[in-house]
Nanobody
Framework: QVQLVESGGGLVQAGGSLRLSCVAS????????MGWFRQAPGKVREFVAA????????YYADSVKGRFTISRDNAKNTVYLQMNSLKPEDTAVYFC??????????????????WGQGTQVTVSS
């Protein structure tokens, strides 16, 4: 199991930027994909972005493509989500997730077995 702790959420005006961080500890050497998901009030959890821990390949939801960037620092066991040009519809609790067993379905929450506690992002109009 991998333990995940997110940080960096907050309140920002539309058009602004935030950078989320997710620090992983525990059995990180068995991590495959790491992903960011979000859940807005009254809505289902949705995929935001994913990165293949070793190769660094990245994947994005269409709604954030071109505005968000996922990256990782292997030495720090940290994954980042740089969010630019934020919109009110980006308001949600953002969760970091990690796979400890290979699953190519990186955009499905069910393929991840470790989750952080979440960090709130609020974008005002």
């Amino acid at each position: 199991q991998v333990q995940l702790v997110e940080s960096g959420g907050g309140l920002v005006q539309a058009g602004g930027s935030l950078r989320l961080s997710c620090v992983a500890s525990g059995r990180t050497f068995t991590t495959y994909y790491m992903g960011w998901f979000r859940q807005a009030p009254g809505k289902v959890r949705e995929f935001v972005a994913a990165i293949w821990w070793n190769a660094g390949s990245t994947y994005y939801a269409d709604s954030v493509k071109g505005r968000f960037t996922i990256s990782r620092d292997n030495a720090k066991n940290t994954v980042y989500l740089q969010m630019n040009s934020l919109k009110p519809e980006d308001t949600a609790v953002y969760f970091c997730a990690a796979q400890s067993r290979w699953n190519s379905a990186y955009s499905y929450g069910e393929s991840y077995d470790s989750w952080g506690q979440g960090t709130q992002v609020t974008v005002s109009s």
